[in-house]
């Protein structure tokens, strides 16, 4: 078989099928692959986001936390979820592979979620309740917390993987497959949003009006039905093979250029050392271009007489290649745009806890018999993402293709940066409603009332503004993540960009803590009081606006000077 016959068979981008042999084009990857790994994330998300899309309330009226308390045990868990990936990224990119790794921890992620819907509906491990108050005791408190962690675990090797996971049934070098790439990004979120929406409406009423247990059990069964998606694919998954642990890789490219800190690095980059075969020495990445930043790492790849003597020759902690430096190189650059999705993900979290709370205080009834809770608002934030999706890929990106000649419409950092602006106006729009409701409260004197006479569809703008903001920013950065990583770190990148969402969670975590201890100081209500109608939410709105404001700034002047890779040659 001559090397074009074979380039036509099989995909040039070092993956394998699930028998260990080259992926075969025609029978492996693509949509067909696709299929299984859509489906599986649609059953996952269901089963995640009908567990926490109403948490808040669960903590709150179920195991009878404060306001507080219960906002920032959400934020925490769901920071310690989105944390954890750096755990299954590692094992994914070092040992094994993204297929194996997600096999591996869905068996947690069902233990963890058996566990919450044994908590929440047999005896003895269910909160004692009477009337509207509920009672949980120290050993029930445990469970649940034990349960929401073993979920978190979970997620930790499902979440950095699954996309990347998808992403790699798309050989690169193919024009026509790595065109549909950019698309299965764009269609990945879309089936997370039909997940949600399903449990923001169906399982947070069952949740509200039929039971804990029930409400909780199906996300169980649906996250059964998921795993179930994901094997029945196997024959037409494309694997990556592991490129072995790249935090040793860049460990050693560290300890070599401080080893070398007083040698020159020559002007001619061609004098410094790569691998001289086409492939690069690290298993499943393509070599990496020189670039000329951060040139006190180039000392690692400097040749000295010592380095050709002996055993010295073959230590990777005193020479490395081009490629594994501009690996390390990647990470750092990617670093900066990193942060700056920590405040994005901070006015996200909104909608699991204070937009919850803010609802809770409007009329939620739509007719005279049917009320709808008011963590179902989330409902309207997934219906945006729905819309928005298909119309950013089929309509917004065709159209700006014809005036910016870039083939996706926009770069991947312009799109970042315009759903950055747009939660500007998320915040600004909560800002606004709050304002209005509590103007309502003073004028018809009705602090002491749990709820007032404003519908809580008021929040329909909000929500809206925070789905939009999402697919410009969130899949943006799931693109810009995956495709700007090496290609033996691209699990590890992937967690990265989910890390943003720990930490913005976090950050909010500790903003309402701060917020809290300072402004309920002196025997004052604070601005997040425990009854909102004798407080200031709107001034959190405008806190986190202005540090959304501040943060496009930002990003706009680290976007100005970030060049993108470059590769070259074919994986091994």
């Known amino acids: 078989m001559t090397m074009e016959e074979d380039k036509d068979i099989y995909t040039q981008d070092g993956t394998l099928d699930i028998h260990k042999k080259p992926a075969n084009k025609n029978k492996t990857g693509t949509w067909k692959a696709c299929r299984f790994i859509l489906g599986t994330e649609c059953c996952e998300r269901l089963a995640y986001y009908g567990m926490s899309t109403n948490l808040v309330n669960y903590l709150e009226k179920q195991m009878n936390m404060e306001t507080v308390t219960a906002s920032n045990s959400v934020t925490n868990w769901s920071g310690t979820c989105y944390a954890t990936p750096l755990i299954g990224a590692f094992i994914a990119d070092a040992y094994l592979g993204r297929y194996w790794t997600i096999a591996s921890f869905v068996v947690i992620y069902i233990s963890g979620m058996t566990l919450l819907t044994i908590s929440a509906s047999v005896p003895g491990l269910t909160p004692t309740c009477s009337g509207n108050s509920c009672h949980a005791t120290a050993s029930q408190t445990a469970v649940t917390f034990i349960a929401l962690y073993l979920i978190a675990l979970g997620t930790g090797g499902i979440k950095p993987c699954v996309s990347s996971f998808g992403a790699d049934q798309f050989d690169d070098t193919d024009e026509k497959e790595k065109e549909s790439k950019s698309s299965f990004f764009n269609w990945f979120y879309f089936v997370i949003n039909v997940g949600a929406m399903i449990a923001s409406s169906v399982l947070v009423w069952i949740q509200m009006n039929v039971g804990w247990g029930w409400g909780l059990g199906v996300p169980t069964v649906a996250m059964g039905v998921a795993v179930v998606f994901f094997f029945a694919g196997s024959k037409f998954y494309r694997l990556q093979k592991p490129g072995g642990s790249p935090l040793t890789r860049m460990l050693q490219v560290i300890v070599a250029s401080c080893r070398k800190s007083k040698v020159k690095v020559p002007e001619d980059e061609s004098l410094l050392y790569e691998n001289q075969d086409a492939e690069s020495s690290i298993i499943g990445s393509r070599k990496l271009e020189h670039t000329k930043i951060l040139t006190f790492f180039d000392k690692a790849a400097v040749q000295t007489e010592s380095d050709n003597k002996g055993a010295a020759k073959s230590s990777l902690w005193k020479l490395c290649t081009v490629t594994q430096v501009e690996e390390l190189k990647a990470l750092i650059r990617l670093l900066p745009i990193w942060a700056t999705g920590i405040v994005f993900a901070s006015v996200y979290s909104q909608m699991g806890t204070v937009f919850v709370l803010q609802g809770n205080t409007l009329d939620q009834h739509m007719g005279p018999n049917f009320k709808i809770p008011s963590a179902s ?82 929040q329909v703008p909000q929500y809206f503004f925070v789905g939009c903001a999402e697919v410009f920013t969130f899949v943006g950065q799931l693109e810009f993540f995956y495709d700007q ?38 025997g004052r209500p604070g601005w997040i009081a425990k009854n909102l109608n004798n407080g200031h939410l709107d001034y959190f709105f405008w806190l986190l606006a202005g540090l959304s404001f501040l943060n496009f700034l930002i990003f706009l002047w680290i976007a100005k000077w970030y060049t993108y890779k470059k590769t070259t040659g074919h994986a091994l």
């Open 485 to 522: 990583a090496p290609d033996a770190m691209r699990s590890l990148c992937s967690a990265l960009s989910l890390t943003t969402v720990a930490f913005g969670n976090y950050l909010s975590t500790f903003l309402v803590t701060l917020i809290t201890n300072i402004t309920r100081s002196g």
């Open 377 to 458: 608002l989330s409902l309207f934030d997934t219906l945006s993402v729905l819309f928005w999706a298909p119309v950013y890929d089929k309509l917004i990106v065709p159209f700006a293709r014809k005036y910016t000649g870039h083939e996706r419409g926009f770069t991947q950092l312009q799109r970042i940066g315009i759903g950055l602006v747009i939660s500007i106006f998320a915040m600004v729009s909560a800002g606004i409603l709050e304002v209005a409701r509590l103007n309502y409260v003073q004028t018809h004197n009705l602090y002491n009332e749990e709820t007032i006479p404003m519908t809580i569809f008021w």
